[in-house]
């Protein structure tokens, strides 16, 4: 697969597409489970300056669990990271792409919980305020 994440660009600034995500999760049965921000651990770490940028764990329990049922590996590949950083005039937000389970794992029983979760988080997306993707 060549598509492993999935992405929007939008016009809104950082903070607000930050809080807009973290919004559009908790609508879509996500829980954040972890945190990182990237640009102030580079800094701390290397004390080098990048964009902000912020990755999310995101975790929806009946998903996680019907994944780790069909393939207790699959734990590796989870929470599903949403990265948000600042682009331009605005902000990218990009999400794992949940087709990238079965597909890397080689378990076909994934499918149908990837396609839910897929679904799930382009729905996210596509509802993130913003007047329109650039």
């Known amino acids: 697969m060549n598509d492993f994440t999935m992405v929007r660009t939008l016009r809104t600034p950082y903070a607000q597409a930050v809080a807009d995500v973290r919004a559009g999760l908790t609508r879509a049965g996500f829980g954040v489970l972890t945190e990182i921000d990237i640009a102030a651990t ?3 770490k290397l004390g ?9 764990g995101a975790c929806r329990p009946q998903l996680a669990y019907q994944a780790l049922q069909a393939d207790p590996r699959v734990a590796a590949l989870l ?12 902000s990218l937000v990009e999400i794992m792409n949940p087709d990238v389970m079965p597909e890397f ?3 076909a029983a994934l ?4 396609t839910e979760a ?14 329109g993707a650039l």
């Open 48 to 56: 080098v300056d990048t964009e902000p940028k912020l990755i999310l």
């Open 79 to 90: 929470p599903c990271n949403v990265v948000i950083t600042a682009h331009d005039a605005g």
């Open 105 to 107: 794992t080689g378990t």
């Open 111 to 114: 499918a149908a919980t990837a």
């Open 118 to 131: 897929r679904q799930l988080l382009t729905a996210m997306l596509d509802e993130l305020p913003d007047g």
């Open 42 to 44: 580079l800094k701390s």
